[in-house]
């Protein structure tokens, strides 16, 4: 059990650190304009877009940019 915990782990973390671009989520509050760079992503581009969309939420619209 203990072999599959880290064979998981070590393909998540391969998944996330075999990218070639970095990328940054910016959200912005439509209700009060208030502009927050969420995270930066180290992953490949459908990835970041994913993980930048799930940072959306009701009155938050996020945005994902090529650092």
């Known amino acids: 059990m203990k072999s599959l915990k880290l064979i998981g782990l070590l393909a998540f973390v391969s998944?996330?650190?075999a990218?070639?671009?970095e990328y940054i989520c910016t959200c912005t509050d439509d209700q009060?304009?208030?502009v927050t760079n969420i995270s930066n992503?180290?992953?490949s581009q459908s990835n970041a877009e994913s993980a930048c969309s799930n940072a959306e939420s009701a009155g938050?619209?996020?945005i994902l940019e090529q650092n």
């Open 15 to 17: 998944i996330f650190t």
């Open 19 to 21: 990218c070639d671009k």
């Open 32 to 34: 009060t304009g208030e």
């Open 41 to 43: 992503y180290d992953l």
């Open 60 to 62: 938050v619209t996020c």
